[in-house]
């Protein structure tokens, strides 16, 4: 599996560990940025980047992890393009039920709150990349639903 990963420097430091964690569970990551610490840059042009990568990509399940300080400027941003599934996650249990319900592409991740919790970081991280979808007829009929009202 291919994880694309950015940040703003809301959660910049956040994005480094995760991209490690990742790294060092075997996962391929692409960081589409912020490469350093800037304190002017803006969250949605990294949501473009990680959500039109996943798109764009030829792996076979691609995903984006996205952080900024309350995990939904990213969420919004990325949510604006069609067949992307943006989620903003601050526990486990939650982040099962996004990818098994919703088939959700993108993990938005909260800095403000999980920056002070490592381990529960790794653990909603590891929840929702493991975690997959059921394919169950309603999930499938309510995500095309949303495709065909919203385009």
Request: charge should be negative.
């Amino acid at each position: 599996m291919k994880v694309f990963i950015g940040a703003d420097h809301g959660g910049f430091y956040l994005k480094e560990k995760i991209e490690a964690h990742l790294l060092k569970a075997g996962y391929e990551v692409e960081d589409v940025g912020d490469k350093v610490l800037d304190p002017n840059d803006d969250y949605p042009q990294f949501a473009f980047a990680a959500a039109t990568k996943v798109l764009g990509s030829e792996d076979k399940d691609p995903r984006a992890i996205l952080i900024c300080k309350g995990g939904q400027g990213v969420a919004i941003a990325a949510n604006r393009i069609r067949g992307i599934r943006a989620v903003v996650i601050a526990d486990v249990e939650e982040a099962k039920m996004s990818r098994n319900d919703n088939d959700s592409n993108v993990l938005c991740l909260p800095a403000r709150i999980l920056e002070k919790d490592e381990p529960l970081t790794f653990d909603i991280i590891n929840a929702w990349i493991k975690t997959p979808f059921s394919n169950a007829e309603r999930h499938v009929r309510r995500l095309r639903e949303i495709e065909e009202i919203y385009g």
